[in-house]
Nanobody
Framework: QVQLVESGGGLVQAGNSLRLSCAASGRAFSSYTMGWFRQAPGKEREFVAAITWNGLATYYFDSVKGRFTISRDNRKNTVYLQMNTLRPEDTAVYYC?????????????????WGQGTQVTVSS
């Protein structure tokens, strides 16, 4: 069992940056693939980024490539999402999630554990 708590969301102007954190409690955090997803009002939850258990591989949604960076610190049981050059279309609730295995990392149903989400609002 893994409990996930996101933090770091807020209101920023377009072009600025935010760093989200996801603190995990429970056992075996270092064995999980971690993902970030987001959901805007009236839209389905969409994949943002994922990182393998050892941090050696990362994956990104096309629209965030070059702007967002996912990382993890297994000593601190924490995964991060550094978001630069934010755009109004990045506005959403951001969720972190945990799963075993690496296949289909962009599919929400593959993740067993979810945080409660943190709101990110980007004004134009």
């Amino acid at each position: 069992q893994v409990q996930l708590v996101e933090s770091g969301g807020g209101l920023v102007q377009a072009g600025n940056s935010l760093r989200l954190s996801c603190a995990a409690s429970g056992r075996a955090f270092s064995s999980y693939t971690m993902g970030w997803f987001r959901q805007a009002p009236g839209k389905e939850r969409e994949f943002v980024a994922a990182i393998t258990w050892n941090g050696l591989a990362t994956y990104y949604f096309d629209s965030v490539k070059g702007r967002f960076t996912i990382s993890r610190d297994n000593r601190k049981n924490t995964v991060y999402l550094q978001m630069n050059t934010l755009r109004p279309e990045d506005t959403a609730v951001y969720y972190c999630a945990a799963r075993t295995g690496n296949f289909d990392y962009a599919i929400p149903d593959r993740y067993a554990y979810w945080g409660q989400g943190t709101q990110v609002t980007v004004s134009s």
